[in-house]
């Protein structure tokens, strides 16, 4: 069964991005396509990007970048959930990004993104070119979360819409179809590297 890696972005204290990866992970798990890995960025504690060599030589000297390879090369698509922070992604995302090259190559990719009236959206265009230029692959279906305090209960859990619970099938869906379609660049890219 294919592996889905979901990155929940957001370190700070208080922040959302842990009950919508629990809600998005609980759902991919029962989806069925995929076995699901969650890392979460303030759990995975990467420092400030400090190898000392290109990341596409691969020759990590810490061990903090050897076990984030080992997550990333493992996967075989990825999802983003991600705040929007002055109309961008957060500085951890982008950190966690540069550290890798060839791990995230030929992997679908798909966004839940969160935040007020804008749903997260612009975060998510910030990211395209960076996630394009690593050859990652955005698939067309994302899951977007409007108002996301307003679905947060008493319990600190989302209690996402009907609409957002079917995005999410249809995000997963399409991620499972371009995961088989990208199958075979995968094995190129790893053979060539």
Not at 85 to 112: I, M, Q, S
Not at 133 to 160: I, K, N, Q, T
Request: aromatic share 8%; no cysteine.
């Amino acid at each position: 069964m294919p592996r889905l890696l979901v990155v929940i972005a957001t370190t700070r204290p208080g922040r959302v991005g842990a009950p919508v990866g629990r809600w998005f992970a609980a759902g991919a798990r029962d989806h069925g396509a995929f076995e699901v890995d969650v890392v979460d960025l303030a759990e995975l504690g990467l420092p400030f990007y400090d190898e000392p060599h290109h990341p596409r030589l691969r020759r990590y000297v810490h061990d903090h970048t050897r076990r984030w390879s080992a997550r990333v090369d493992a996967a075989d698509a990825v999802v983003f959930v991600t705040a929007e922070y002055n109309h961008a992604y957060p500085a951890t995302l982008k950190n966690a990004l540069d550290f890798l090259h060839h791990e995230w190559r030929e992997k679908p990719l798909g966004f839940v993104s969160y935040g007020g009236v804008a749903a997260g959206t612009r975060a998510v265009v910030a990211l395209e070119p960076v996630v394009t230029a690593l050859r990652l692959r955005p698939v067309a279906d994302a899951v977007h979360l409007p108002f996301v305090s307003a679905l947060l209960g008493d319990d600190g859990e989302l209690h996402p819409t009907e609409i957002s619970e079917q995005a999410a099938r249809a995000m997963l869906d399409e991620l499972a179809r371009t995961e088989a379609a990208l199958r075979p660049l995968r094995a190129a890219s790893v053979a060539a590297a």
